[in-house]
């Protein structure tokens, strides 16, 4: 059978069963594949020449990526093996391919204590330095959100995030009403306008600024361990998961959030249970 046929074939089979996100991705994939191969058969196809097309495709790409469009393909020719030649070899179906295309083990990110990013904060003398950690530890923000923060944001205690990773227009962060008035006291002190940055200072200075402060604790700190700390001490402390989600992290799904929060220990576990039934 022509690769041409069997994608015609296998994308009919889509536009029934699946989603209109899922036969676009599909539409895509073998678009790419048709025109190197469409002429070919598919039983003509190696697993070489299939490993040179993908490299092609997929370099650049995160490795999640890579390993879609990798399971895209082991799909496509298993749907046609199964179901109109049982003698097709998979060229996808190797061991050396699945391991070159399979995703990265997830990781879990160690969560530091409160009372830990607590002292890091109260021992941070330099109020600009303090603001960027609070608005970190207390507030869920990103350092490229503190750092792209202006006046004209700043509404009470609600923060207008603009020019997002999202691909969102704005998204809405909300602070302590303590951080909100000494953000408001620091920007008077400053004279900084309505459309300055309130933190003019570069992603790297401030990742050094905020190593240092851990420094001084004795910690390994990165200003993604603050975000994380914020998240997870909502959610230990009663904050509903969806709160913890839509408003703090501002994820869009929940099992982006659920990895955020971290293993807890057996030391932790029993020091809630204890809680919970005291």
């Known amino acids: 059978m022509k690769v041409s046929d069997a994608a015609k074939l296998y994308l009919e089979y889509h536009r029934s069963h699946s989603k209109e996100n899922s036969l676009r991705a599909y539409m895509l994939i073998l678009s790419k594949f048709c025109e190197d ?11 070489d020449r299939i490993l040179s097309f993908m ?9 999640q990526t890579k390993k879609t469009r990798f399971s895209q393909l082991l799909a496509f020719f298993n749907f046609i093996k199964n179901n109109f030649d049982d003698d097709l070899k998979n060229p996808f179906n190797t061991p050396m ?3 070159l295309f399979k995703a990265k083990t997830a990781f879990h990110w160690d ?3 409160k009372e830990t990013i607590d002292e890091v904060i109260f021992r941070t003398t330099k109020l600009r330095n303090r603001l960027i950690l609070e608005l970190m530890a207390r507030g869920g923000m990103r350092i490229s959100e503190v750092l792209k923060l202006m006046p004209s944001d700043i509404i009470h205690r609600r923060l207008t995030l603009r020019d997002l990773k999202s691909g969102r227009e704005y998204e809405f962060i909300f602070i ?14 400053k004279d900084i306008q309505p459309h300055q940055r309130i933190f003019p200072i570069c992603y790297e200075a401030a990742r050094e600024m905020v ?6 604790v004795g910690i390994h700190l990165r200003p993604h361990d603050l975000r994380l700390q914020a998240a997870t001490y909502a ?4 904050v509903p998961i969806e709160i913890v989600s839509k408003v703090i992290l501002r994820h869009s799904n929940l099992s982006t959030t659920e990895r955020y929060l971290g293993k807890i220990t057996d030391v932790e576990a029993m ?6 039934y005291a």
């Open 111 to 113: 969560i530091i204590e």
């Open 97 to 99: 391919m699945k391991k």
């Open 235 to 238: 959610s230990r402390s009663g």
């Open 211 to 216: 190593a240092k402060a851990g420094d001084v």
């Open 55 to 63: 490299n092609r495709i997929t370099v650049g790409k995160k490795q």
């Open 37 to 47: 191969f469409g002429d070919e058969t598919m039983e003509d196809l190696t697993t």
């Open 176 to 189: 302590p009403n303590r951080i909100a008035d000494r953000l408001k006291d620091y920007i008077r002190q």
């Open 271 to 276: 020091k809630w249970i204890d809680t919970l």
